[in-house]
Protein backbone atom coordinates (compact mmCIF):
# COMPACT_ATOMS: atom_id res chain seq x y z
CA UNK A 1 0.00 0.00 0.00
CA UNK A 2 1.27 3.68 -0.72
CA UNK A 3 1.79 6.19 1.74
CA UNK A 4 -1.82 7.64 0.64
CA UNK A 5 -3.09 4.22 1.66
CA UNK A 6 -5.17 4.53 -2.32
CA UNK A 7 -3.35 1.27 -4.55
CA UNK A 8 -6.49 -0.25 -4.27
CA UNK A 9 -10.54 0.05 -4.06
CA UNK A 10 -10.95 -2.00 -0.56
CA UNK A 11 -7.93 0.28 0.80
CA UNK A 12 -9.46 3.31 0.18
CA UNK A 13 -12.20 2.94 1.55
CA UNK A 14 -11.33 0.91 4.45
CA UNK A 15 -9.26 4.51 4.54
CA UNK A 16 -12.01 7.01 4.15
CA UNK A 17 -14.62 5.30 6.92
CA UNK A 18 -11.63 4.60 9.34
CA UNK A 19 -10.93 8.30 9.17
CA UNK A 20 -14.33 9.41 9.65
CA UNK A 21 -15.24 7.23 12.49
CA UNK A 22 -12.12 8.10 14.24
CA UNK A 23 -13.40 11.22 14.25
CA UNK A 24 -16.86 10.88 14.92
CA UNK A 25 -16.10 8.53 18.10
CA UNK A 26 -14.10 11.90 18.89
CA UNK A 27 -16.56 13.89 19.32
CA UNK A 28 -19.47 13.74 21.57
CA UNK A 29 -21.98 15.00 19.54
CA UNK A 30 -20.63 12.16 17.26
CA UNK A 31 -21.38 9.22 19.02
CA UNK A 32 -24.35 10.41 20.01
CA UNK A 33 -25.53 10.55 16.22
CA UNK A 34 -26.35 13.96 15.77
CA UNK A 35 -26.80 14.56 12.39
CA UNK A 36 -24.87 18.25 12.12
CA UNK A 37 -22.19 16.73 14.04
CA UNK A 38 -21.64 13.97 11.32
CA UNK A 39 -22.08 16.15 8.89
CA UNK A 40 -19.42 18.07 9.68
CA UNK A 41 -17.24 14.78 10.45
CA UNK A 42 -18.29 13.67 6.75
CA UNK A 43 -17.15 17.28 5.60
CA UNK A 44 -13.82 16.55 7.19
CA UNK A 45 -12.80 13.54 6.97
CA UNK A 46 -14.77 11.73 3.89
CA UNK A 47 -14.65 14.26 1.44
CA UNK A 48 -11.48 14.60 0.61
CA UNK A 49 -11.99 10.78 -0.49
CA UNK A 50 -14.91 11.48 -3.00
CA UNK A 51 -14.48 13.11 -6.45
CA UNK A 52 -18.65 14.41 -6.49
CA UNK A 53 -18.19 16.50 -10.02
CA UNK A 54 -17.86 13.15 -11.22
CA UNK A 55 -20.98 11.90 -9.76
CA UNK A 56 -22.43 15.43 -10.92
CA UNK A 57 -21.17 14.75 -14.81
CA UNK A 58 -22.44 11.25 -15.00
CA UNK A 59 -25.85 12.02 -13.58
CA UNK A 60 -26.73 15.15 -16.16
CA UNK A 61 -25.26 13.04 -18.92
CA UNK A 62 -25.10 15.42 -22.03
CA UNK A 63 -26.63 18.37 -20.70
CA UNK A 64 -23.45 18.67 -18.23
CA UNK A 65 -21.70 19.31 -21.49
CA UNK A 66 -23.85 21.80 -22.66
CA UNK A 67 -24.21 23.65 -19.60
CA UNK A 68 -22.50 26.52 -18.96
CA UNK A 69 -19.38 26.66 -16.08
CA UNK A 70 -21.28 28.76 -13.94
CA UNK A 71 -24.44 26.73 -14.47
CA UNK A 72 -22.19 23.52 -14.25
CA UNK A 73 -20.68 25.18 -10.27
CA UNK A 74 -24.11 25.97 -8.97
CA UNK A 75 -25.81 22.55 -9.76
CA UNK A 76 -22.43 20.79 -8.49
CA UNK A 77 -22.70 22.68 -5.48
CA UNK A 78 -26.54 21.11 -4.87
CA UNK A 79 -25.84 18.02 -5.98
CA UNK A 80 -22.59 17.25 -3.55
CA UNK A 81 -24.93 18.79 -0.37
CA UNK A 82 -27.73 16.60 -1.09
CA UNK A 83 -25.58 13.37 -1.52
CA UNK A 84 -23.63 14.35 1.55
CA UNK A 85 -26.82 14.92 3.49
CA UNK A 86 -28.01 11.33 2.16
CA UNK A 87 -24.99 9.91 3.46
CA UNK A 88 -25.12 11.34 6.78
CA UNK A 89 -28.75 10.15 7.08
CA UNK A 90 -27.82 6.61 6.35
CA UNK A 91 -25.21 7.08 8.94
CA UNK A 92 -27.44 7.85 11.40
CA UNK A 93 -27.97 4.37 13.39
CA UNK A 94 -24.24 3.69 13.22
CA UNK A 95 -23.46 3.57 16.75
CA UNK A 96 -19.31 3.82 18.11
CA UNK A 97 -17.54 1.04 17.82
CA UNK A 98 -19.28 -0.08 15.22
CA UNK A 99 -17.17 -3.43 13.16
CA UNK A 100 -17.00 -2.59 9.53
CA UNK A 101 -16.76 -5.46 6.87
CA UNK A 102 -15.10 -4.53 3.25
CA UNK A 103 -16.24 -7.03 0.73
CA UNK A 104 -13.21 -7.75 -2.22
CA UNK A 105 -13.84 -5.22 -4.87
CA UNK A 106 -16.40 -5.81 -7.48
CA UNK A 107 -17.44 -9.39 -5.64
CA UNK A 108 -21.56 -10.15 -5.76
CA UNK A 109 -21.82 -7.25 -8.10
CA UNK A 110 -23.77 -7.58 -11.53
CA UNK A 111 -24.22 -4.10 -12.14
CA UNK A 112 -20.60 -3.17 -11.92
CA UNK A 113 -18.38 -2.15 -14.98
CA UNK A 114 -16.53 -3.97 -17.11
CA UNK A 115 -13.36 -2.15 -16.55
CA UNK A 116 -13.04 -3.47 -12.82
CA UNK A 117 -9.02 -1.83 -13.18
CA UNK A 118 -10.58 1.77 -13.92
CA UNK A 119 -14.06 1.88 -12.24
CA UNK A 120 -15.49 -0.61 -9.55
CA UNK A 121 -17.60 -1.20 -6.32
CA UNK A 122 -17.35 -2.23 -3.13
CA UNK A 123 -19.48 -3.41 -1.00
CA UNK A 124 -19.64 -2.79 3.25
CA UNK A 125 -21.67 -3.39 5.87
CA UNK A 126 -21.26 -1.85 9.36
CA UNK A 127 -22.12 -4.16 12.45
CA UNK A 128 -23.27 -3.51 15.07
CA UNK A 129 -25.58 -0.77 13.96
CA UNK A 130 -29.08 -0.15 15.71
CA UNK A 131 -31.37 -3.09 15.02
CA UNK A 132 -29.83 -5.02 11.80
CA UNK A 133 -26.23 -4.51 9.96
CA UNK A 134 -26.34 -1.23 7.58
CA UNK A 135 -24.92 -1.78 4.25
CA UNK A 136 -23.61 0.71 2.30
CA UNK A 137 -22.03 0.43 -1.02
CA UNK A 138 -19.17 2.88 -2.92
CA UNK A 139 -18.38 3.06 -6.41
CA UNK A 140 -14.94 4.17 -6.92
CA UNK A 141 -12.68 5.31 -10.02
CA UNK A 142 -9.21 5.33 -10.29
CA UNK A 143 -8.10 8.94 -10.56
CA UNK A 144 -3.79 9.78 -10.53
CA UNK A 145 -4.18 10.77 -6.83
CA UNK A 146 -5.57 7.01 -6.59
CA UNK A 147 -8.95 5.37 -6.31
CA UNK A 148 -11.87 7.84 -5.41
CA UNK A 149 -15.48 7.59 -4.77
CA UNK A 150 -18.30 8.88 -6.88
CA UNK A 151 -21.18 7.48 -5.67
CA UNK A 152 -23.37 5.56 -3.00
CA UNK A 153 -25.80 3.13 -2.78
CA UNK A 154 -27.78 3.02 0.08
CA UNK A 155 -31.72 1.32 1.15
CA UNK A 156 -32.75 3.82 -1.86
CA UNK A 157 -30.37 2.30 -4.48
CA UNK A 158 -27.43 3.91 -6.08
CA UNK A 159 -27.47 7.70 -5.69
CA UNK A 160 -26.53 8.61 -9.09
CA UNK A 161 -29.16 6.05 -11.50
CA UNK A 162 -31.85 7.48 -8.64
CA UNK A 163 -31.63 10.98 -9.97
CA UNK A 164 -30.61 10.69 -13.89
CA UNK A 165 -33.89 10.36 -15.05
CA UNK A 166 -34.79 13.88 -12.77
CA UNK A 167 -31.98 15.33 -13.67
CA UNK A 168 -33.23 15.34 -17.85
CA UNK A 169 -37.10 15.56 -17.39
CA UNK A 170 -36.09 18.75 -15.24
CA UNK A 171 -33.24 20.49 -17.29
CA UNK A 172 -35.88 19.48 -20.51
CA UNK A 173 -39.05 21.63 -19.12
CA UNK A 174 -37.60 24.58 -16.47
CA UNK A 175 -34.01 24.57 -17.74
CA UNK A 176 -30.96 24.52 -15.60
CA UNK A 177 -32.04 26.91 -12.93
CA UNK A 178 -34.79 24.91 -12.69
CA UNK A 179 -32.41 21.98 -11.83
CA UNK A 180 -30.28 23.46 -9.59
CA UNK A 181 -33.74 24.83 -7.57
CA UNK A 182 -34.96 21.19 -7.36
CA UNK A 183 -31.49 20.25 -5.96
CA UNK A 184 -32.10 22.82 -3.77
CA UNK A 185 -35.40 22.23 -2.71
CA UNK A 186 -34.53 18.76 -2.03
CA UNK A 187 -31.38 19.41 -0.36
CA UNK A 188 -33.24 21.87 2.19
CA UNK A 189 -35.77 19.17 2.71
CA UNK A 190 -33.62 17.11 3.79
CA UNK A 191 -31.33 19.41 5.93
CA UNK A 192 -34.47 20.22 7.85
CA UNK A 193 -35.69 16.71 8.18
CA UNK A 194 -32.16 15.93 9.67
CA UNK A 195 -32.25 19.12 11.99
CA UNK A 196 -29.22 20.78 10.04
CA UNK A 197 -28.52 24.17 8.56
CA UNK A 198 -28.45 23.63 4.76
CA UNK A 199 -25.41 25.36 3.05
Known amino acids: ?8 PEALVRLAIGSLARAIDADADGRAGHAAALLRKVWEHFLPYTIWDR ?3 LTAGRYWRQAAPDQRMRIAHEYRQLMLLTYVEALLP ?16 ADADADADADTIVRTRIAGAAGAALALDYRLARTPSGWRIYDLKTGGGWFIMRYQQAFAEEVQRNGYVG ?7 EKEGLAARLGVAPD
Do not use: F, I, N
Not at 1 to 8: F, I, K, L, Q, R
Open 1 to 8: MSASGTDT
Open 55 to 57: ATQ
Open 94 to 109: VRAGAALEVEPAGSGD
Open 179 to 185: LRDRLRR
